[in-house]
């Protein structure tokens, strides 16, 4: 049985669900309670020795990093989730990476909770996730085209990364009302079955 070690609230694991979900596969979820610190426990480090999730076991592979692991499933699994093309290629994955590798790691836990308690409480997670989340975003939402999709007519990579992007953005009360294009992909995907599927509220914890 593949199995996925995720944490319900876990954008990189949300990003993998969706993936997972997208191709079908029948999988299983094996929560990893972040709150609680289960992620630095010694079974999780031999996991992964980064102390994070989410982690894949699949094809008697143990796989890391969720944009790895969504690429290993689009190429093993024919998900089509980057463009035939090599610009549209590059443009998904700078949308991906705007969020995956420029948005997340600011707002991991990790990194929010130590400019928390660094700040002697000046600076509040609210606070920390706002000042990061919405200018951000603003920045995708100006590289947008304007569709259904973050690229062309179909899913790509850059939908995986925006929507779980976005869940968390209503987490910690950002305003998307300035960001039309980025509302319009969301009501896209808000009854996509594998979106749906993927959805923490959906998920064990
Ligand atoms: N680049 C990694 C990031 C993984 C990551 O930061 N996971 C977070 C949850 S979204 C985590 O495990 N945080 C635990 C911690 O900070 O202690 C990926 O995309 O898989």
Redesign the pocket.
């Known amino acids: 049985m593949i199995q996925l070690f995720d ?1 319900w609230r ?4 949300y990003r993998v669900r969706i993936a997972l979900e997208l191709a079908g596969l029948e999988w299983r979820s094996v929560p990893v309670n ?1 709150i609680d610190g289960a ?1 630095r426990a010694p079974e999780h480090l031999e996991r992964n020795p980064q ?4 982690v894949l076991e699949i094809d008697g592979l143990r796989l ?4 790895a692991i969504v690429e290993y499933l689009n190429e093993t699994r024919a998900l089509r989730l980057l463009p035939a093309d090599p610009a549209g290629r590059a443009r998904v994955r700078a949308i991906a990476q705007a969020i ?1 590798v420029d948005i ?1 790691p600011v707002c ?3 990194v929010a909770r130590h400019a928390v308690t660094e700040s002697g409480g000046v600076i509040t997670m609210e606070g920390w996730m706002r000042a990061f989340i919405g200018p951000a975003l603003e920045a995708v939402e100006t590289t947008l085209e304007g569709g259904d999709y973050c690229h062309g007519a179909s899913v790509s990579l850059a939908d995986l990364c925006l929507v779980p992007q976005l869940y968390n953005a209503d987490r910690w009360g950002v305003d998307l009302s300035a960001m039309p294009k980025i509302r319009r992909i969301a009501a896209t995907f808000a009854h996509n079955p594998a979106f749906v599927a993927a959805h923490p509220d959906r998920t064990l914890h």
């Open positions: 944490y876990s954008t990189a694991s972040l992620q102390g994070l999730v989410p890391t990093q969720s944009l995956a997340h991991n836990l990790r």
